[in-house]
């Protein structure tokens, strides 16, 4: 999340986390094959029977490593654990099956007896961390997620080789439990905590309250949830990093400790009503920290990686280097206290070089989630750190990126230690999912490869893979877009549409960063479509190929928004009545049509995500909550305040949302003009 007082118009964010070297490797259960072969029964249930799976040691440098090969007619997948041992299927998946598990739709149907891998196959990973998620993902995309989902998306990670995911669902429960040892009953603790969909920016200590009071149904389901999510991912061989106490605490600590050293920190985002900062200092801030360690040790168990991000988008009381440096020391002090192998995890969007370096060198490591703030840190001062993509922000439904510079970045690194220094993995941390799949399946695709990859190879064999099927016009048009959409300048291009702008005349972005620029040949996009749609009569029953004709059409009439919403404001302002009025028609049916389509796939329907909301509700109060949460987060996210900024900024080209929501705010203010 990207939040300053004023926001510039394309702001990089750069977010960093640290967590221990030592915890790199993903953990390995006292019997691994179960939960492996579990993996493999859930992904091909008709051909499980005909899979083996087998224990392989590390490599002789410690590092992950897995083998495919055929064995008297039986495929045998070999491996460390559920997770090298799913990255496995995955590799035999794309190369062997020609199969994919996606977010947007399978294509699974793979025949009765499986094909044989023409010869064994070994492949190590040269990074101990493949690191996953964002805070903000837990709400723009996992809200409303039950335990069917998470599963799922657990089981993806696995195929893709995730180690060291970030794991927030129960927090609440842990909150809950350790507010009752410090003056604070049920109704002030639920009053405290925020809504359903804001609880990713609490963590982050950016606010309390917002969205609240919430449901004790929800705290106990959630508390449930995350207890399923973390013997899961722990089954499968992955190190969760949980949450470590910073000194965030609830305002109402102004008026039940009067005596503490509180700062009470400006209002971030104009988000009311703030949060408050206790002093690492104040001898209540050991006493909380390892009640809350306690607390969460004993509801969700513990992985020796603790999250802490102390001043996180903030100001210290004292700014100075010692003061910094013992700020580091007294977070690890109490987390070492507790636990004797605890490590810090740090979410560092306004990390200091202080703070880390009060922080024993051995138990840090930097989570780079653009893959670019190493250059302004000496590659973090010597630290070891993970290479990552950021790439969404907010949700935004977009179709592209810089695949060039995402596929270099890390093996450029990796090969070159005067810059990359001690490069030990790279991650996924995008603030929302679900969407532009071609790009996430190539970042952890990476985590296997120590050079770039062949990038024109590459996208061929992920087309096969995804349709099943080598359609020459289906892979031309991935090539079309290959060299154009994904090959902007920008990482992590906007591509915004002005349908989804608060309505004016002259508007330049959708929301705060974002902007309406194009950086590649659009009618390209429109080529590409034309081509998927000449291979619909082969791959027309292949349902990632019917989310891809979706999403690439998506693209073409998004991309033809700008310019139609140009031509309204030119006619206006030439006085062209006629002009104006039949522009103004085409922009209004340029979005219906966007909404017509949208509505056939699923991925793009306002009404499964307040559907998926509701049911969350124990009562109809509670169902209302939820639904109330769910369109403000993508709508207007924060208060009707004058200087309010984050409006819109999870907005989406979702079916209903631009019928019911966006094409109303245009038609409404054409009728004023």
Not at 46 to 57: K, M, R
Not at 235 to 262: D, H, N, W
Request: proline content about 8%; some cysteine.
């Amino acid at each position: 999340m990207r939040c300053l007082p004023h926001p510039p118009p394309l702001l990089p964010v750069l977010v960093l986390a640290v967590l221990s070297v030592r915890g790199g490797a993903a953990a390995v259960p006292a019997d691994p094959l179960p939960a492996a072969r579990a993996l493999v029964a859930r992904i091909l249930p008709a051909q499980a029977a005909q899979i083996d799976v087998e224990l392989l040691p590390r490599g002789a440098d410690g590092l992950d490593v897995f083998e495919v090969e055929t064995r008297g007619g039986r495929l045998v997948l070999r491996g460390q654990n559920g997770v090298t041992i799913g990255a496995a299927l995955q590799w035999y998946l794309r190369n062997v099956a020609h199969a994919q598990l996606s977010w947007d739709g399978d294509n699974l149907a793979l025949p009765a007896v499986l094909p044989p891998v023409p010869e064994k196959v070994r492949i190590s990973s040269p990074y101990r961390h493949r690191v996953y998620l964002n805070y903000c993902t837990f709400n723009y995309s996992a809200s409303w997620w039950d335990q069917a989902r998470w599963e799922r998306e657990i089981d993806w990670m696995a195929l893709h080789g995730i180690t060291t995911p970030l794991a927030t669902t129960g927090q609440e429960a842990v909150w809950q439990a350790t507010l009752h040892h410090f003056r604070m009953n049920d109704a002030e603790i639920r009053q405290y905590l925020a809504g359903p969909a804001f609880g990713a920016w609490q963590w982050m200590t950016n606010l309390e309250q917002w969205g609240g009071p919430l449901p004790q149904s929800w705290i106990d389901s959630h508390l449930a949830l995350g207890r399923f999510i973390l013997e899961r991912e722990r089954a499968l061989g992955m190190t969760p990093i949980l949450q470590g106490f910073s000194g965030c605490v609830p305002l109402a600590f102004f008026e039940k400790y009067p005596g503490a050293r509180l700062l009470r920190k400006k209002i971030w985002c104009e988000v009311p009503p703030g949060t408050a900062q206790l002093d690492p200092e104040d001898p209540l801030f050991a006493e909380f920290g390892r009640t809350f360690l306690e607390e969460q040790t004993r509801l969700l168990g513990t992985d020796h990686l603790y999250a802490d991000d102390p001043f996180h988008e903030g100001e210290p009381p004292r700014d100075t280097p010692e003061y910094l440096h013992d700020v580091g020391a007294k977070l690890y002090q109490i987390a070492h206290d507790f636990d004797a192998d605890a490590t810090i995890v740090m979410q560092g969007w306004t990390i200091r070089e202080g703070i880390v370096r009060g922080i024993p060198a051995d138990r840090l490591l930097a989570l780079d989630l653009t893959g670019q703030k190493w250059r302004e840190t000496q590659a973090f001062w010597g630290r070891p750190w993970v290479a990552g993509i950021l790439q969404n922000f907010g949700g935004h439904n977009s179709l592209g990126g810089n695949l060039p510079q995402l596929a270099g970045n890390a093996p450029m690194l990796l090969a070159d230690p005067k810059q990359g220094g001690r490069l030990v993995g790279i991650g996924l941390f995008p603030e929302a999912i679900e969407h532009n799949p071609l790009l996430y399946d190539l970042a952890t695709d990476l985590a296997w490869h120590r050079t770039a990859p062949d990038l024109p190879a590459w996208v061929r064999g992920y087309v096969l893979a995804r349709y099943g099927a080598d359609v020459p016009a289906a892979q031309s048009a991935w090539a079309r877009l290959l060299a154009s959409v994904y090959s902007q300048k920008n990482p992590e291009p906007p591509m915004e549409s002005p349908l989804l702008a608060r309505p004016a005349l002259t508007v330049n972005a959708a929301s705060p960063w974002g902007s309406f620029e194009r950086d590649y040949d659009v009618t390209q996009v429109w080529t590409a479509w034309s081509e998927l749609l000449d291979s619909a009569d082969r791959l027309g029953g292949v349902d990632p190929f019917r989310y891809d004709l979706t999403d690439v059409a998506r693209q073409a009439l998004s991309d033809l928004s700008v310019p139609l919403q140009r031509a309204v404001t030119a006619d206006w302002n030439a006085g062209d009545h006629a002009g104006f009025a039949a522009a103004r028609a085409r922009f209004l049916e340029l979005g219906a049509d966007l909404d017509a389509l949208l509505a056939t796939r699923r991925e793009f329907l306002l009404g499964k995500w307040l559907a998926d909301a509701r049911r969350w509700g124990t009562t109809p109060a509670e169902a209302d909550q939820c639904e109330q949460n769910a369109r403000e987060l993508i709508t207007v996210w924060g208060p009707n305040r004058p200087k309010a900024y984050l409006f819109d900024y999870s907005g989406r080209q979702w079916s209903g949302l631009l019928r019911g929501f966006y094409l109303e705010r245009w038609k409404q203010f054409f009728a004023y003009l």
